[in-house]
């Protein structure tokens, strides 16, 4: 089952402010505090009726609905928020897999959907009542489908889907519904006359192979109500990122540096608050034209801690900046470093120092 928090950032805020439930909520950097060219990181369904959305510029958020209760950030308490989550619904399942801050899987082992739907009801009654917590679920014996159907699921609900209901499930849903179907693959589809899952399912795959690589093969695959996929014990949290947005676009290299360093600690913080490490870098800049650039390398094993993350961040930044001054020059509006790769911590990474400071003394 997937388990998806509702609105998490809001939701932690409403926790410690009950006045806040019923209103319209914005989770982001305050416009009354002064020109912003941050954006929403999370707001209530209530904030969204007007039409306000997550990554939605907070300029435009405000226009939209100017009555809302806006909140600045607090990471560190929706970092022990998560941590919380995890411990109840390890209660229900040793096999626990965060894949952001507030989704994760658990695998459970029941005989019928029937069954399978109890333990998603307790989960879910279990974190509204103990956390104040609201959360959306989807079972089904597919990874990618219990995705699928936790969205369809939001707010608040639950939907199973059984192993030979996959096909009929799926079937009426826009191809875009599947996640890793973004924009430019759904167009590839639409261009082929491909707009609903249904449609995928009638394709022979050597035909949307051709159009999208290996991809395709295993669309068709879960169009037809068996997807290819890994088993769920293999997996891991994928990644986390954050970024910064200046107030003023930026041309020069010293405030560039100085912003993904300052990003690349408070990430190192928050995954070593969560027990993970990384085992690849990237860095990505939007330009003044809105444009975005990004690079990413693979480390050579997993790490951790601020410095790591810090200095790997700051040479692929550097590497873009300087390709970027041997040609166009654009200022940099937004910068963002992600940690992807990554694996839980057993132990504390070992480090040149213990071993040097062992070692004094000796010949």
Not at 53 to 70: E, T, Y
Not at 325 to 341: K, L
């Amino acid at each position: 089952m997937y388990v998806d928090l509702d609105a998490f950032y809001v939701a932690c805020e409403k926790r410690d402010r009950p006045d806040l439930e019923g209103r319209p909520v914005i989770v982001g950097p305050p416009p009354a505090a002064g020109p912003t060219r941050g954006v929403v990181l999370s707001a209530s369904y209530e904030a969204r009726r007007f039409g306000v959305r997550s990554a939605m510029p907070a300029a435009a958020a405000a226009r939209l609905c100017p009555d809302a209760v806006w909140v600045a950030p607090s990471f560190e308490k929706y970092g022990r928020a998560s941590e919380e989550v995890r411990t109840v619904l390890r209660r229900y399942s040793e096999e626990v897999i965060p894949f952001s801050i507030d989704e994760a899987a658990v695998i459970v082992d029941r005989p019928t959907p029937e069954a399978a739907r109890d333990v998603a009801a307790s989960i879910q009654q279990a974190l509204k009542e103990e956390l104040r917590l609201p959360a959306s679920l989807g079972v089904s014996p597919s990874r990618v489908v219990a995705k699928i159907a936790t969205d369809r699921a939001k707010p608040g609900g639950i939907v199973v889907v059984a192993p030979g209901e996959v096909a009929s499930f799926l079937a009426p849903m826009p191809v875009r519904a599947v996640p890793g179907v973004g924009p430019k693959t759904g167009e590839r589809l639409e261009a082929h006359g491909v707009r609903t899952i249904g449609d995928l399912a009638g394709q022979h795959p050597s035909e949307i192979s051709r159009w999208l690589g290996g991809f395709g093969r295993e669309l068709v695959a879960l169009a037809r109500g068996h997807p290819e996929e890994s088993p769920l014990t293999d997996l891991g949290p994928r990644s986390r990122s954050t970024d910064h947005t200046f107030l003023e676009d930026v041309d020069r290299w010293e405030e560039i540096e100085a912003a993904v360093r300052r990003l690349a600690e408070s990430l190192a913080e928050s995954l070593a608050q969560e027990g993970l490490r990384f085992g690849a870098v990237g860095v990505g800049f939007r330009w003044q034209d809105f444009n975005r650039t990004q690079r990413v390398r693979s480390l050579t094993g997993a790490q951790e801690g601020p410095e790591s993350l810090a200095e790997h961040a700051r040479r692929l930044a550097q590497e873009l900046w300087e390709a970027e001054i041997a040609g166009a020059h654009r200022a940099v509006r937004t910068v963002s470093v992600r940690a992807e790769r990554l694996v839980e911590r057993v132990q504390r990474q070992a480090r040149l120092d213990d071993f040097s400071k062992g070692a004094v003394g000796r010949s």
